[in-house]
């Protein structure tokens, strides 16, 4: 480009026959690479060939070809952490259906609100998980599969990897299952999902311990994936560490 990247239409010769290898009975295409220093949008029209650079370039080409859409916009999912103020402000939940039908977006995880206690079962405690506003959580739910909007339950806590804190997740699942069998069809949860991240527990970057963490972070989603599985229609679904 003589004049380099303006912001005016430019004519732009590429001389091919410089290319002593070049093999014009396979060529499948051209690719335009610009090595102006700077940020810059270029716009590319009418590309044509001729063999005679004097020659005037064709003021008339066919005209290109409309491209449409083979598939819809790919589904994408939301993590929601502000479960409280969608709960008590229907403004917000407006607001987030409204950015979720604008972004494509088809299912939501959104943060399970609970509490922790232990009631004592044989020889051990166990620990039990009471999910928080359940009545206002089915309304929740019921008004996001209105829109069109699948929800998961999301939990997640570096500590559930470890064995020793595998109750807490696990009462967790079996919360969310026994809420969903107290539930009608509209005001249930489509799958469970945890965002654990492991990689953030004392101890990671050793490799002795990271083999454990990661030994033990398994035998949790596959616990976790049978209950599921086996006791409800929900999905299970989990954030991969990197």
Partial sequence: MPDGVTEGWQEVVVPLDRKQRLDWSRLGGITFEFTTPGEHVVFIDDISFKRDLAAKTPSKVAPSPVISRVAPPASRKLWV???????????????????????????????????????????????????????????????????????HALDGYPDFALRTQHDVPLAVVDAVISFNDSSSASARFDGIHFDNEPYLIVGWQDAEIRERILQEFLELNAECQRRVRELSKMEYGIDIPF
């Fill in 81 to 151: 952490w502000s479960t409280r103020e969608l709960l008590r402000n229907p403004g917000k939940r407006a607001e987030l259906f409204r950015f979720c039908h604008e972004q494509h977006i088809g299912e939501i995880w959104t943060q399970l609100i609970y509490t922790l206690h232990r009631r004592q079962s044989g020889i051990r405690d166990a620990t039990v998980c009471t999910i928080n506003k359940p009545d206002d959580l089915r309304a929740l739910l019921r008004e996001s599969h209105e829109h069109g909007i699948r929800v």
